[in-house]
């Protein structure tokens, strides 16, 4: 069976007070694993936190219905002054979010430190 | 022009003094390396017309490509695009003209141009220049506005020279293989993205159709397309509405369209964006629904032919609308999702069933439990008893219990409802009554005590038609008399007596049916002396209105005129007898309620 696995982080530095809570990606998001991204989100958004940063390193594949994940929570997120922002692509990764055309929807970033300055940026 | 001709004339123009000019600083053969260096359309196009511009002094230019062919262009009809411009500002960036036959030489555009380059004439575009590549026209060109203070006249400011124009010519025709090469890769690239394309669907595909066999939760399988048909079309409002099932899946309000309902479904038998709708009068109210609804395209989901349900898909968030491959597309997925929806319907009632008979498997068997094993004998009588459950299992009972004192109880009952319920509540009355039998009380005092304690421990909903006798059959009675039958009747079918000489009577002296109120008025006791050949004929409405496939009863009257041409018979012949006759009446329709016979006979 396919594995996929979404931990928690939280980036806190001094003086921001906006905290950018990250989430790790890691394994194969299909139709078969994406209620674990699903809960993921649910839960950071059930505990009011919409800075929402993925981090893609360790994700090895991604489906439409994985992507369809994004898009039911953007709006929430966005409407309560988040973002979800992606980082840290592999080339395979991002062709798919590319050819569903989200890098018009989503801030991708290279790295996931770039991500975070543009969260900062916002405060 | 061969590569030879190109190198032929290049040196005519290297030796004019007209054209030195133009190619003294030029340094043609670097501006071939630098374009043919690169495969990317736009810079080659670029650098073109900013080479060009400097090089004959002109503020605006342009370049048009001819596109791919369309079906919806005539025979002989070339779309070309206006790909690139400067100094014309950008409103005629990717405007389109149509051309019949593509000019293959270069042609000045003033006032006398064909009304199809006007527009180039109007922003102040003069010459037209082909680029041609293997003989075949991919573009043009289009230069003017020059600055030359030494030509006064603006007539002659726009034209140009012809060694200008042959300059051009060459130059283009440089460019020209290297813009052929761009457009291949530009062509290639985009084929390839077509298909990267067509392959994440066939993996969606796969993938859904994989995950959609193996999970039969309706909720899962709905939110499993949800988010397929979000990511794929990069859109987050939609919602799925079934025919028989209303709106399952909604991230979108589509109640303005519900009261169309059942046109919609007739309406859109295939994938259908909400602006093609046809134009018709009905259309047009679903149509201002939609577009109330923010709804931009509707595809059905169909399974066997049938249009089973629609989805409905808003704007797409990055602006672009739905293809007619992206439908196509959600099309084929959502007819997977149907196909999932209607096997988790028919797996979830398959298991409905399944409880559904195990339940009356339980019932069943409370029931067969309940029944008496064995009829004891009566001195002085015979007796037979059926009991034929019905696939249903009504709540028939029945029972004869052997007092101390040498009685023997006679019991029936019919229970209200089917299934477990019945059953349970049966053995309730079964137990009160046996506990009961053994303290000899007056029958109608005992009757009164089982209908309160009925009354108190059940539901106003549940009650019991009952009929109970207790059969003194004593042997120091005269020859010919068998026996006397004290009873009360609860409600229950007016169990039969015939008598030896064909004289019925019917036992209905008792009181109200058990359960459904405290007896406040005393139960009435009857009473009924059995002479030799008399008998007793105890049956449930299982008997009377068994019915068939018209709806036609057996009725008691029926049953009482055949009971009179048996009952010369034994009480088990009767029986048999009284079985056949009503299985000759509902001639084959399925039963519906349980059947009980008893049959007591002086011998």
Not at chain 2, 289 to 310: D, F, H, M, R, T
Not at chain 2, 320 to 327: F, I, K, R, T
Request: hydrophobic share 40%; aromatic share 8%.
């Amino acid at each position: 069976m396919s594995d996929f696995k979404v931990s928690f982080r939280e980036n806190s530095p001094q003086g921001v007070s906006n905290k950018v809570h990250i989430m790790d990606l890691k394994g194969y998001l299909d139709a078969h694993t994406t209620p674990h991204l699903e809960e993921a989100f649910e839960k950071l958004i059930a505990e009011k936190k919409y800075n929402i940063l993925v981090n893609c390193r360790d994700l090895s594949y991604i489906s439409s219905a994985g992507l369809g994940v994004f898009m039911a929570f953007i709006e929430e997120v966005r409407m309560n002054k988040g973002d979800i922002k992606l980082s840290n692509m592999s080339p395979k990764v991002f062709n798919i979010f590319d050819l569903l055309g989200f890098p018009m929807l989503y801030e991708i970033f290279k790295d996931e430190g770039e991500a975070i300055k543009k969260f900062e940026a916002k405060t | 022009m061969t590569l030879f001709t190109r190198v032929l004339s290049l040196k005519q123009i290297f030796s004019s003094p007209h054209t030195q000019h133009l190619l003294d600083s030029t340094p043609l053969f670097e501006f071939s390396t630098l374009v043919n260096s690169t495969l990317d359309l736009k810079f080659i196009l670029g650098s073109v017309l900013l080479t060009l511009m400097a090089k004959l002094r002109v503020t605006k230019s342009l370049v048009l490509l001819k596109m791919a062919p369309q079906a919806t262009l005539k025979v002989g009809e070339n779309r070309f695009r206006v790909e690139n411009c400067k100094g014309i500002g950008s409103d005629l960036l990717r405007k389109d003209i149509l051309l019949a036959r593509p000019p293959k030489k270069d042609f000045s555009i003033s006032s006398a141009a064909p009304p199809v380059w006007k527009v180039f004439s109007r922003a102040g575009i003069r010459q037209i220049f082909p680029i041609i590549s293997h003989d075949t026209v991919l573009g043009y060109f289009g230069i003017g506005g020059r600055i030359d203070t030494k030509l006064k006249t603006p007539r002659k400011a726009g034209r140009f020279s012809s060694d200008e124009k042959e300059f051009v010519d060459i130059f283009i025709n440089v460019a020209a293989s290297a813009i052929d090469k761009g457009i291949a890769f530009q062509e290639l690239r985009s084929v390839n993205r077509t298909l990267d394309g067509k392959i994440q669907e066939l993996k969606t595909l796969f993938e859904l159709s994989k995950e959609f066999t193996a999970v039969v939760d309706r909720e899962r399988l709905l939110k499993l397309f949800g988010f397929t048909l979000m990511g794929h079309i990069g859109a987050n409002r939609y919602a799925v509405c079934l025919k028989d099932g209303g709106v399952v899946a909604s991230r979108i309000d589509t109640s303005p369209l519900l009261k169309f309902k059942e046109k919609v479904f007739s309406l859109v038998t295939s994938p259908m964006r909400v602006a093609d709708f046809p134009k018709r009068k009905v259309t047009a109210a679903i149509k201002a629904a939609c577009e109330a609804a923010g709804i931009a395209a509707i595809v059905p989901l169909q399974s066997q032919n049938e249009v089973k349900g629609i989805v409905c898909l808003g704007e797409r968030l990055r602006g672009s609308g739905y293809s007619q491959a992206d439908l196509e597309f959600i099309y084929s997925i959502g007819n997977l999702a149907i196909i999932s929806l209607e096997n988790s319907r028919l797996f979830n009632e398959a298991i409905e069933k399944q409880k559904m008979e195990d339940e009356l498997t339980i019932a069943r068997e409370i029931q067969n439990g309940l029944l008496p094993k064995s009829l004891p004998e009566i001195p002085g009588f015979q007796i037979a008893a059926l009991n034929c459950p019905s696939k249903q299992v009504g709540g028939d009972y029945y029972d004869v219990i052997r007092t101390n004192n040498g009685k023997f109880v006679l019991a029936i009952g019919d229970v209200s409802g089917k299934g477990t319920p019945a059953s349970l509540l049966m053995a309730n009355v079964q137990a009160t009554i046996r506990a009961l039998v053994p303290f000899d009380l007056p029958l109608a005092e005992c009757t009164a005590r089982v209908n309160d304690l009925l009354f108190e421990n059940t539901n106003a909903n549940k009650f019991i038609t009952f009929f109970w006798g207790a059969l003194d059959p004593d042997s120091r009675l005269p020859a010919g008399q068998a026996g006397t039958l004290r009873y009360v009747n609860a409600g229950h079918n007016h169990p039969f007596v015939i008598t030896a000489d064909g004289t019925v009577k019917r036992l209905g002296e008792g009181g109200l049916i058990l359960g459904i109120m405290k007896a406040l008025m005393p139960y009435r006791e009857g009473s009924v002396a059995f002479e030799t050949g008399d008998m007793l004929v105890l049956f449930t409405d299982g008997v009377s209105e068994a019915m068939d496939n018209d709806g036609n009863e057996y009725t008691e009257e029926r049953l009482e005129s055949f009971l009179r041409t048996v009952s010369s018979r034994m009480p088990q012949e009767i029986i048999s007898a009284v079985q056949e006759d009503v299985a000759r009446h509902v001639s084959g329709a399925p039963q519906s309620d349980d059947i009980t016979l008893i049959v007591v006979k002086a011998v």
